[in-house]
């Protein structure tokens, strides 16, 4: 089965400590994109990568850090510059970035809490 | 800049009433146009999608109609289930941007009741 696959499902963090979400995707999409979803919000933009060893920042980055070492993989980690880590974090990936036909499909999320 | 603007929940039906949730926009190119469904404790799922105006998304009973002139995508269905209790988003995609990044509303949440 094709897809997007998230770990853990729930993460637990304590102050001052680094912790890193695990996203890979077997769809062969070029462009991956992390988000960040808070209660009664829509969700914002961290970071988003159109190819390998490429990223960009999104809205919401300052805290967040990522890497793109291998087409399938975008782990990010919540450094402790994050103050308010505690949310619903999903990953996405794409097909076409840019062009008329892409969609974005997303992963089962990951929820990270704060001891 | 590029928004998305959807009617705040939550909304609450009775089964087979009809549904109206309504999404409005703002793009500065040409966006393409995006419902997704998320269920408890899950991800997102696309529902639908329409690439240009007038185009009609539809999927498991669920229709939207990118309107342009009055820049709206609306998604109605007719005869909701209980199962269709979920958080609905619109989102849209400028494609005049370098990478066609998605813009969310805020959601909103639907039950139906038996």
């Known amino acids: 089965d094709g897809g997007i696959t998230q770990s853990p499902k729930y993460l637990f963090r304590k102050e001052g400590q680094n912790v890193t979400l695990s996203c890979e995707q077997n769809?062969?999409?070029?462009?991956m994109y992390w988000y960040r979803q808070d209660p009664g919000q829509g969700l914002r933009l961290i970071y988003y990568?159109?190819?390998?060893?490429?990223?960009q920042k999104g809205d919401i980055a300052e805290g967040y850090s990522v890497s793109r070492e291998k087409k399938e993989s975008f782990p990010l980690t919540v450094t402790s510059a994050q103050k308010n880590p505690t949310a619903f974090y999903l990953c996405?990936?794409?097909?076409?970035?840019?062009?008329?036909?892409?969609?974005?499909?997303f992963g089962p999320g990951t929820r990270l809490l704060v001891l | 800049g590029d928004s998305v603007t959807q009617m705040e929940g939550p909304v609450t039906l009775s089964e087979e009433a009809f549904l109206t949730i309504n999404c409005t926009y703002t793009?500065?190119?040409?966006?393409?146009l995006f419902w997704y469904v998320q269920y408890p404790g899950e991800g997102l799922q696309l529902l639908l999608k329409?690439?240009?105006?007038?185009d009609k998304g539809s999927n498991k009973g669920f229709e939207a109609t990118y309107r342009k002139e009055t820049t709206s995508f609306h998604l109605e269905k007719g005869s909701v289930q209980v199962s269709d209790s979920a958080v609905y988003f619109c989102?849209?995609?400028?494609?005049?941007?370098?990478?066609?990044?998605?813009?969310f509303g805020r959601g909103t949440q639907l039950t139906v009741w038996p």
């Open positions: 989102a849209l995609s400028d494609r005049g941007s370098t990478l066609g990044r998605l813009y």
């Open positions: 990568s159109q190819i390998v060893n490429d990223f």
């Open positions: 996405a990936s794409s097909n076409e970035p840019g062009l008329a036909e892409e969609t974005q499909y």
């Open positions: 769809l062969n999409h070029d462009a």
């Open positions: 329409a690439t240009k105006a007038d």
């Open positions: 793009a500065t190119g040409y966006p393409s």
